[in-house]
């Protein structure tokens, strides 16, 4: 398997540590979302993934997109580790709260919403900011107050779930960002208690090949 990806990306970031925990071995192959005017732009990307992002994940003739259906795919591959509850309203629980972070979070304070803001709206870099900021807040906000009815050492209990796939790179992007956290205890909480699992350690953007 081959997964491209690039350092910073949190899409990408949540795929390596499935990897990591489900115990698959996978190359990991960086595309620069920078560099030379972003190589997930370049003809040769594209045709692994048209629509010019990363995570993208190959194995034999399977070609996939979306961190979160790649997860599931890598899941159903291990099937000796699992990263949702077994009891099926738990399961959706796990489901929405991971949904809530990369459906509703991250789209909108990624890298080419920031470019188009500042390259085609002309916004400020202060501006810029502001947006992401507020998105975060108002999305980390809500995750804060689930957290409440269910958090332990990790977002659902004691164990690691899918949510905390998605929770560690979006709080990761936020202090990157300098978005002021203290007003979310339990989500740091649970964002240290992560970063000291090995899964999680090896996956971090800084500990990547790619890293600059």
Not at 143 to 153: D, R
Not at 166 to 192: G, H, S, T, W
């Amino acid at each position: 398997m081959k997964l491209y990806g690039y350092w910073r990306s949190s899409a990408a970031y949540r795929v390596r540590i499935a990897l990591n925990l489900l115990g698959l071995d996978c190359e990991l192959l960086s595309v620069h979302l920078v560099k030379n005017g972003g190589e997930q732009h370049l003809e040769e990307y594209k045709q692994k993934n048209p629509h010019e992002l990363v995570p993208c994940l190959i194995d034999g003739d399977v070609c996939l997109n979306q961190s979160l259906a790649i997860i599931d795919y890598l899941s159903a591959k291990a099937t000796n580790v699992s990263l949702l509850p077994a009891d099926l309203v738990k399961q959706s629980l796990v489901k929405a709260f991971s949904y809530d972070v990369a459906c509703e979070i991250h789209p909108l304070n990624n890298l080419r919403v920031q470019q188009y803001l500042v390259n085609e709206l002309k916004v400020s870099d202060e501006h810029k900011m502001q947006w992401v900021h507020d998105w975060m807040h108002t999305g980390f906000a809500a995750l804060e107050v689930k957290l409440q009815s269910h958090a332990g050492k990790y977002c659902f209990g004691d164990e690691v779930t899918l949510a905390d796939l998605c929770l560690i790179p979006q709080v990761y992007n936020a202090l990157r960002f300098n978005v002021d956290m203290a007003k979310y205890p339990l989500i740091m909480a649970i964002y240290e208690q992560c970063n000291t699992h090995p899964a999680f350690i090896e996956a971090q953007p800084e500990n990547q090949a790619d890293a600059q």
